[in-house]
Each structure stands twice: as C-alpha cells, then as structure tokens.
C-alpha cells in the first residue's frame, strides 16, 4: 500500500482467530472487527486475515528503528513464543 504514516506487518503463523490477540511490547494492540470491518478504537490495529494470517497496522512516530516483542495470545489463553524485531 501505498502510505505515508503507516505500515503493514504481516504476521505468519497457525491458528489464529478472529478473536487472537496481538500484544506489542506487553501492550495490548486494539483488534478490527473482522466480520464488519470496523475499527473498535485506537490508533493501531491488528486485523484478522485468516487462521495463518495476522495484519498488524502501525503507525510509528518515528523512522527510526525500535526493538518491538510480539506475542499472540489465541482463545484460551495460550501465548505464542515472543518473537523479537527492530521496525520503526
């Protein structure tokens, strides 16, 4: 896509949901609503592709790179292995 203030991230993995939930340096990130393709809130979103499929969309202050942890919290609980990266 062709923005100016934001970005893409596009998570890969198994089992995820519509009700998954992305959790970017502890903080948890503001889900879509998958089935009406509304925002609930908040600045940054994280949107539901399919059950391998996660879109988180960020909106950074800033082009310089900071480490972010990324962990996926699926219905009943369980976290994915945190996941490291540096991205603006």
Do not use: M
């Amino acid at each position: 896509n062709d923005r100016v203030v934001s970005y893409d991230l596009v998570i890969s993995g198994r089992n995820f949901s519509s009700s998954s939930e992305l959790l970017v340096n502890g903080v948890p990130v503001n889900s879509s609503l998958s089935v009406e393709g509304k925002r609930r809130g908040g600045r940054e979103v994280v949107s539901f592709v399919d059950c391998q499929t996660l879109v988180y969309t960020r909106y950074p202050v800033s082009r310089e790179p900071v480490p972010l942890l990324l962990t996926i919290i699926v219905p009943g609980a369980e976290r994915s292995v945190p996941f490291h990266i540096t991205a603006p």
